[in-house]
């Protein structure tokens, strides 16, 4: 079965004015430089986790769509994740003020109030690195 490719939303990520309207859970440092967007922990990471941040687009898409973006770690070790479906698990937006905040930590994310899935494409310890693709929660 053929599908029509359709652009839906474009956002260069360039500059400030890009990003208006995005929500972070956690505590990231955005910035931009040479028309492109950097984020960084803007906590020290070796909390590890309560070092992590969501970077939330504010757009619900719809079902059956591709998803392209270019990304360059800046620093190693690392991880970025892209969450994606996202909804409380009775159906809620994921910003519905009765779900329990979040601040990034990834526990919040796979075994809290909301259903999401996820692909991990940049995940670098000192002594491996993979990618893995999942959905949240697995069986409740």
């Known amino acids: 079965m053929a599908y029509e490719k359709k652009i839906i939303y474009n956002n260069p990520l360039s500059c400030e004015k890009d990003i208006e309207g995005f929500v972070t859970e956690g505590t990231p440092k955005i910035y931009f430089k040479n028309n492109k967007m950097y ?23 719809p079902n059956n769509i ?7 770690p800046i620093t190693e070790p690392g991880l970025a994740i892209m969450f994606f479906g996202a909804k409380g698990i ?3 937006d994921i910003f519905d003020v009765t779900l329990n905040p ?11 109030d909301i259903n999401a ?15 893995s693709f999942k959905s949240f ?3 409740r």
């Not at 899935?117 to 990618?131: A, D, G, L, Q």
Request: aromatic residues 20%.
């Open 39 to 61: 984020m960084t922990n803007a906590i020290d990471a070796s909390i590890k986790e309560k070092s992590n941040f969501v970077f939330w687009c504010p757009v619900d898409f």
């Open 102 to 112: 979040r601040d990034g930590q990834y526990e919040q994310y796979h075994s809290g």
């Open 137 to 139: 929660p697995l069986s």
């Open 90 to 92: 009775h159906g809620e």
């Open 66 to 72: 591709i998803i392209e973006w270019e990304f360059r």
């Open 117 to 131: 899935f996820h692909v991990s494409y940049f995940r670098r310890k000192s002594t491996f690195s993979t990618s």
